[in-house]
């Protein structure tokens, strides 16, 4: 993507800062850190880190890039609420329940839909064959993450609902152990995950996030304070992004070479992962604010949050 073509589709994200962005000599003396959440199931981010292109591009601005390891969006969303990070990336439920808890952050952008990135898969000798037969199993998955929205729709779809079931909120290491262990029927997880179950110990999908079950949009979010005082930084960190997820899309395999060792995976593993991902950040549109505050409406009506929020609130679109 050329840099007038980006920088007009950022123009909405950053327009009404733009008056505020200080002269580039002052940049270079304001230093700072900026402080990165990431998984490092998060692909593009864990390319970025081990680049250092990041830290190249923000040289310039004066901050010096901080990279903070959490295991999942929820933890990583409780980071960002007390302070530890600035920015990070995580799936459609974390932010919901963050808001309806009271952190101050902006959705910033979003990666396209990935609906078969998230799946619940069973063992490769289960006798589960359909969602249905979940009933009263026990079903291992991260509370308060996406696939937390992609189990209660798809017990949906197929007549059931969370009472219908037994969860077992686990962390994905502990959830992959407990699977293995056969202390859960089922497993709802997200790549690389889902993957390296696949390749590594056979697991079977039964059902994912496609045929408009769930859209599974990732998210960039920032804490508020940060990114109305720093919008220079947002828009280095998206033209970065741009530039890493255009290269991983064109060039998979080389991709996963790189990758796969820093997630601790087969190269295989990773580059099933990163077929099923799309790397192209973008600004928020209504109906992405419109699908994000179905998912919050969602978790309202079952009182999995505790209170229904207006996602708008936490949309930088809205400020705009």
Do not use: C
């Not at 580039?24 to 700072?32: C, D, T, V, Y």
């Not at 741009?242 to 060792?261: D, F, H, S, T």
Request: glycine residues 8%.
């Amino acid at each position: 993507m050329k840099t007038h073509r980006l920088s007009r589709w950022l123009a909405p994200l950053l327009a009404t800062l733009a008056l505020a962005l200080p002269a580039a000599s002052a940049l270079a003396q304001a230093k700072g850190d900026f402080r990165i959440g990431f998984q490092k199931g998060a692909s593009l981010l864990v390319l970025q880190k081990a680049q250092g292109s990041l830290e190249k591009k923000l040289a310039p601005l004066g901050f010096n890039v901080k990279w903070v390891e959490f295991p999942a969006g929820p933890q990583l969303l409780e980071g960002l609420n007390v302070g530890a990070v600035d920015f990070g990336f995580v799936g459609e439920a974390p932010p919901i329940f963050a808001q309806a808890a009271g952190a101050k952050f902006y959705y910033i952008g979003h990666d396209p839909a990935a609906p078969l990135a998230e799946a619940i898969v069973v063992r490769k000798d289960s006798a589960i064959k359909s969602v249905v037969e979940l009933k009263g199993k026990k079903v291992a998955l991260n509370k308060g993450s996406n696939v937390h929205y992609l189990l209660v729709r798809l017990l949906e779809k197929n007549g059931l609902s969370l009472n219908d079931i037994q969860p077992v909120y686990l962390a994905p290491a502990d959830a992959r152990a407990a699977f293995e262990s056969k202390a859960v029927e089922a497993w709802v997880i997200w790549d690389p995950f889902t993957a390296a179950a696949e390749k590594q110990i056979g697991a079977r999908v039964l059902a994912d996030g496609s045929g408009g079950v769930a859209n599974n949009y990732q998210f960039y979010l920032g804490e508020r304070g940060f990114v109305e005082k720093n919008p220079q930084v947002i828009k280095a960190v998206f033209e970065d992004s741009v530039e890493k997820g255009k290269w991983v899309k064109a060039n998979l395999r080389q991709a996963a070479e790189l990758i796969a060792p820093l997630q601790g995976l087969q190269v295989d593993v990773t580059e099933l992962s990163l077929r099923r991902y799309e790397f192209n950040v973008q600004p928020l549109t209504d109906a992405v604010i419109a699908q994000q505050q179905t998912i919050a409406d969602t978790f309202a009506g079952l009182k999995l949050i505790p209170k229904a929020i207006a996602v708008r609130e936490a949309s930088w679109k809205a400020s705009q």
